[in-house]
């Protein structure tokens, strides 16, 4: 059972930034297509960015360009690092990832970005 821990929310001003981690309970060399979610209120949870067990990575559009995912998998960590933050990117974010065909989740962190 992989257990994945987020940390690193809050409340920022636009134009802020915010760095989220992602702790995993074993070897993130082991889960597949490790990413970041978020999901507004009255929104379907959409995808932030993903990176894969090689380092590739992928971007929603709506990014363009401000946030960054890594990985260190000496800590079992993944980050995203948020800059230029708006209003609209308020929402909860969750890491998820996939080992043997099944979705895991972490509880979420609230990100808040006031005007």
């Known amino acids: 059972q992989v257990q994945l821990v987020e940390s690193g929310g809050g409340l920022v001003q636009a134009g802020g930034s915010l760095r989220l981690s992602c702790a995993a309970s074993e070897t993130i060399s082991s889960i597949f297509g490790m990413g970041w979610y978020r999901q507004a209120p009255g929104k379907k949870r959409e995808l932030v960015a993903s990176?894969?067990?090689?380092?590739?990575?992928n971007y929603a559009d709506f990014v363009q360009g401000r946030f960054v995912i890594s990985r260190d998998n000496a800590k079992n960590t993944i980050y995203l690092q948020m800059s230029s933050l708006k209003p609209e990117d308020t929402a909860v974010y969750y890491c998820?990832?996939?080992?043997?065909?099944?979705?895991?989740w972490g509880q979420g962190t609230q990100v808040t970005v006031s005007s």
């Open positions: 990176i894969s067990i090689g380092g590739n990575t």
């Open positions: 998820g990832g996939m080992k043997y065909g099944r979705n895991y």
